[in-house]
């Protein structure tokens, strides 16, 4: 419709304050009384002018480009692609109406494109929760130089992108680890200890071979000095555990701390493949979730992918007896178990502990929790009153009782992983290649 379409700009308006004044001035100098209806028609000819030039059919063409998905806690790019059908210089104000979920209300481009020409840019958004993004309208406000008067546009009247967990991240690890520098991002090299257990066949004997593998017997039947040769563990069942209570809403740098560890297991589980092990995942809360039994193929990603998508967290205590029982049903063959979770309090990891060393004697498990990186702050901080004084006391008895929940656990014979979210991905990575490497599975 022509009414929702038609705005009149700042220019026109301040041409009719500066008309007001000058009909004010013309009481006292009658002379300017005429001149200034020769100004006020002037105006109204200049309007039905570019009236005249803007409304034409077909005259602009407009579309935002999206990707196929969104990737969690990470800055993706949104085109927007323009055509100038009009003979002459556009000017545009741009204004895309973005999901609720970014809070952003003050989105506002603007730019000009000649006659019969395209124009192309791209902005920035960076998503800090799964799920359904809905975007509005893409309005566009167009002008001639002239100025007095704007045609509005619409395109694109309603998208949907999905936002999932972090595949950016996972291709960002992807790539590192086949990268000789690892070390320069974070990730130690391992020294492989001993002899894995796999057997591949038996071979002579050649210089260089370690002795302590000769196969005896064969020696005896080919009067040849033989060993056995053995090769790396394949195909070992690798899952990863999520704990979806209400202790894993805890936000950081924007992100939750279910966000963190998803878009962790999703890395880890692509590293995994990588390293021909098989790769699953479950999640529980106060009963248990989804369960994805453990499989080679890379493939499996995109399924693993999907499941990751629809985890959430549902607000109330966890069970550990559900995930020892779940574990027990679910997972007969001894494999590593990643447990994202965490623990404020020792008090509360007392309570849990009966089950996890149930869970660790049949299984690899490993803990891994977070550091609660407001409390470092606090305590490097200077403290100048005596509630300042008290709140660090405090805040070093929090930090301490993390150690001590690390001690306790490594007591017990469970590996643990006490890292701050932001190094989540990499401390998990880097805990996987040392068991690998020291062949603990």
């Excluded at 257990?197 to 020696?219: L, P």
């Excluded at 589980?269 to 479950?282: E, M, Q, T």
């Excluded at 989540?424 to 996987?432: D, F, H, P, Q, R």
Aim: one cysteine or more; proline letters at 2%; hydrophobic letters at 40%.
């Amino acid at each position: 419709m022509f009414l929702k379409s038609f705005y009149l700009t700042p220019r026109f308006f301040y041409a009719m304050a500066v008309l007001s004044v000058l009909f004010l001035f013309s009481y006292w100098w009658q002379w300017l009384y005429g001149i200034i209806w020769i100004l006020v028609l002037v105006l109204g000819v200049f309007v039905f002018f570019e009236f005249s030039m803007l409304y034409r059919k077909k005259a602009m063409e407009g579309e935002r480009i999206l990707p196929e998905k969104f990737s969690n806690s990470d800055f993706n790019s949104v085109s927007i692609l323009l055509q100038n059908k009009y003979s002459f210089r556009i000017n545009i104000s741009i204004i895309d109406e973005l999901p609720v979920q970014f809070q952003k209300r003050d989105f506002l481009k603007n730019i000009s494109i000649a006659g019969k020409s395209k124009s192309t840019f791209t902005y920035e958004v960076r998503p800090v929760s799964r799920g359904e993004y809905f975007f509005g309208n893409l309005n566009c406000y167009v002008s001639s130089d002239i100025g007095l008067i704007r045609r509005r546009f619409t395109f694109n009247k309603e998208q949907m992108v999905k936002v999932y967990p972090s595949f950016v991240q996972m291709k960002k690890y992807d790539f590192l680890s086949i990268d000789n520098r690892l070390s320069h991002h974070g990730f130690r090299k391992i020294r492989r200890i001993g002899h894995t257990m796999e057997f591949e066949q038996i071979k002579e004997y050649v210089i260089g071979d370690d002795v302590r593998t000769v196969n005896w017997k064969a020696t005896g039947k080919n009067a040849r000095l033989m060993v056995n040769q053995f090769q790396d563990e394949k195909m070992q069942p690798v899952y990863s555990i999520i704990d979806t209570s209400r202790v894993m809403k805890m936000p950081f740098n924007g992100l939750s701390l279910l966000d963190y560890a998803i878009n962790s297991s999703l890395a880890f589980s692509n590293i995994a493949l990588k390293k021909n092990d098989k790769v699953g995942l479950l999640d529980f809360s106060n009963k248990s979730g989804k369960f994805l039994k453990t499989e080679a193929k890379k493939s499996y990603l995109n399924v693993i992918l999907e499941t990751l998508y629809n985890i959430d967290t549902k607000f109330l205590d966890a069970d550990y007896g559900v995930l020892q029982s779940l574990v027990k049903r679910r997972i007969p063959q001894r494999s590593l178990l990643m447990l994202y979770t965490n623990f404020e309090h020792i008090s509360s990891l007392h309570r849990q502990l009966p089950y996890l060393q149930a869970i660790a004697k049949k299984h690899m498990l490993v803990v891994i929790f977070f550091e609660n990186t407001e409390l470092k702050s606090l305590i490097d901080s200077e403290a100048k009153t005596v509630s300042e004084i008290v709140d660090q006391t405090i805040a070093q008895e929090f930090a301490l009782d993390k150690k001590l929940m690390v001690r306790e656990l490594q007591q017990r014979g469970i590996q643990t992983v006490l890292t701050s979210p932001e190094d989540l991905t990499v401390s998990t990575i880097n805990k996987y290649l040392e068991i690998k490497a020291r062949g603990l599975l």
